[in-house]
């Protein structure tokens, strides 16, 4: 029986090899396509004042009020595990200074939430998120959305649904929860619990419940564009002509509202086919956010990663998965060889070139099953006789072949296999 202590919590996972390599490659992507916007990386910690994320959130906001890891440290502050990333950069701009109200800024790092783990949702998970800074703007929304598009393509994801709505301003709000409980009340007896509490509380969360009765009525209402003033309007109608010239395609869903109060004018989710009834893989929206009395306005987006690899599972684009393999692998016919090797290996890695060796003095069998194991290009053999001789062999692990080469012209053949100018396995 397996020990509870080698075990993580429930609801969080060690993530190692191989899996490893696809995680490290989305993250290679995204950073690649995230500096051609010109996108700084900032981190924040993962443990925050509590006020960061309810003054940020909203108290009546699901995650507050049920999904938050809290508690009280020895000095009897409370602190929560970070549930999302905006609000602790916002916290981090806050503390910049006025130059840092117009940043591009990204995180990619583990969330926490305290729901009950089951596919594609756990209790530690990893976001990527991107925060643009700056003044509501139809153009800065679908800019941040082009961006998105453009990191999952990047990762091969295909059939990616995007979903636009709109919050409106906040001098709409009123108006809105008034009209949509207005609407509802007539059919609160068909609403389920948490919706007929809703209606006192945060009305709009009855649009995306789950409940298919909830849905049913939800399905009769009026579209909360038209509790919004005409300015809420016709930005969102920009953002979608905008998107149109884009060749972005997205769908107006009247239902979408996103789960937290500082979201004004577009909102917006990413969906995947592959990933069944959770099939979100990404939401953003513009926001608001008020950080020690000073408001922040910005528009930005959250990439589920472990969403991301199980889609990614579903579309499988080639090599992605393909785990980093070394260019060789040397192999040492005893103790003075292993220490020739050990120096060998030092001066290829030194050159860019990826190897591996046995350093506990195995048979030249047991080598020879790892070197394919690590599905390396080549296997570099030497013991006695080679060191004599001032040669090494050099094996090709695709087809057999070998030869005896001295060091320099070893060295330029495992570059030009570094840079793929040699077939690996």
Known sequence: MTS????????????????????????????????????????TPVLEHTSVFTRSLGDTTDVVQKEMYTFEDRGRRSLTLRPEGTAGVMRYVAGQGAEALDA??????????????????????????????????AA??????????????SWGLRNCRVEVNTRGTPE???????????????????????????????????????????????DQLPPVTSFMSEVSRKYLDEVMRLLA???????????????????????????????????????GGRY?????????????????????????????????????????WIISMGEKAMEENLVLAQTLRLRGIQCGLDLAGRSMKAQMREANRSQAAYA?????????????????MVDGGQEELELPALIEKLVGASRGEVAKT
């Open 4 to 43: 509870p202590a080698s075990q993580p919590v429930q609801g969080m996972s060690d993530l190692g090899p191989p899996e490893i390599a696809a995680w490290q490659k989305i993250e290679e992507k995204a950073r690649q396509v995230l500096s051609l916007y010109h996108f700084s990386e900032v981190r």
């Open 104 to 137: 591009r800024l990204y995180y990619l790092g583990p969330m926490f939430r305290c729901e009950r783990p089951q596919a594609g949702r756990k209790r530690q998970f990893h976001q990527l998120g991107v925060e643009a800074l700056g003044a509501p703007s």
């Open 380 to 396: 570099i053999i030497r013991g006695d006789r080679e060191m004599e001789a001032g040669v090494l062999v050099l094996k090709n």
């Open 172 to 218: 709409d709000r009123k108006t809105v929860s008034e009209g949509l409980v207005n609407a509802l009340r007539p059919h609160a007896d068909k609403l389920c619990e948490d919706c007929r509490r809703r209606l006192e509380t945060n009305v709009l969360r009855v649009l995306d419940c789950k409940n298919p009765d909830c849905g049913k009525v939800v």
């Open 288 to 328: 608001r956010i008020d950080i020690g009395g000073k408001a922040i306005d910005g528009v930005g987006f959250a990439v589920g990663l472990e969403r991301v690899l199980a889609a990614l599972e579903h579309d499988k684009p080639e090599g992605l998965r393909a785990a980093s393999n070394p260019v060789a």
């Open 140 to 153: 800065a929304d679908v800019e941040v959305i082009a961006l998105q598009q453009h990191i999952f393509s």
């Open 245 to 283: 010239m884009l060749n972005i395609p997205a769908k107006l869903n009247p239902r979408l509202v996103r789960g937290l109060d500082y979201y004004v004018h577009t909102v917006w989710e990413v969906r995947h086919p592959g990933l069944g009834a959770q099939d979100a893989i990404s939401g």
